[in-house]
């Protein structure tokens, strides 16, 4: 089955840094790679997402990049502010339809320092 | 964007009592959803693959007896947690599936067992 591992667990950065947490997976059949930014008591929330026939995507200060043939892609984000402080989940999932599972890293808790 | 309302946020219980979560998606159908327990600063731990019409598939080592999942409609997923003991409190959290293959979370629902 899919292995998702997630680096780093915990992050800390300065407001205004950025931060970049990384994931590999073990299927190279799967083909879609969403991310999840979770609050604290709520449910983790989707933020970005990248399909394997591109290799990068940017949506404001956040970016996605994912490599294929190295089996790992990365959620980059720029000009952190504190707000952004949360635990985030990268996510590797295959193919379509009922049942599609969707395997997960084992998250990272980022801090962003004011 | 697809929303998926989970209901009650937050459950006190007597042990020894059956709870009820509902999982709905309010403006797409899902005929999957999955049910998730999450650890206080841990990843989320897949409990069940639910899909409409038909019996959930329990991940190893989830009691079904336990963890009633009932998949009745295309937006309606109930998970009940029978015989509740304190062990078993915990975040619960469902999600559902879009005809694109995006998964979108409910909030969480807090289940404390007195």
């Known amino acids: 089955g899919e292995n998702v591992e997630q680096h780093p667990s915990t992050l800390s950065v300065q407001e205004g840094d950025s931060a970049v947490i990384k994931c590999t997976y073990s299927?190279?059949?799967?083909?879609?790679f969403p991310w999840y930014k979770q609050e604290l008591g709520k449910g983790p929330q989707l933020i970005i997402d990248?399909?394997?026939n591109v290799g990068e995507k940017k949506d404001q200060r956040i970016a996605v990049t994912l490599n294929k043939t190295a089996k790992h892609f990365s959620l980059h984000i720029t000009e952190t502010q504190p707000e952004d402080s949360a635990v985030y989940f990268c996510?590797?999932?295959?193919?379509w339809g009922t049942g599609n599972q969707f395997y997960f890293g084992t998250g990272t808790s980022l801090t962003v320092i004011p | 964007g697809a929303v998926v309302s989970q209901h009650p946020s937050r459950v006190i219980c007597k042990s020894g009592t059956s709870v009820k979560i509902e999982c709905r998606s309010l403006?797409?159908?899902?005929?999957?959803m999955f049910w998730y327990r999450q650890f206080p600063k841990k990843s989320l731990m897949l409990m069940a693959t639910?899909?409409?019409?038909?019996?959930?598939?329990?991940e190893q080592g989830v009691e079904k007896d336990k963890f009633l999942i009932n998949h009745a409609s295309l937006t309606l997923s109930t998970l009940t947690v029978t015989s509740a003991h304190p062990e078993d409190s915990s975040f619960y959290i469902c999600?559902?599936?879009?005809?694109?293959?995006?998964?979108?979370f409910g909030a969480g629902s807090r289940l404390t067992v007195l």
């Open positions: 999600s559902a599936l879009s005809g694109a293959n995006v998964l979108t």
């Open positions: 403006d797409f159908q899902a005929t999957t």
């Open positions: 639910s899909n409409e019409g038909s019996k959930a598939t329990y």
């Open positions: 299927d190279s059949a799967s083909n879609y």
């Open positions: 990248i399909r394997s």
């Open positions: 996510a590797a999932s295959k193919g």
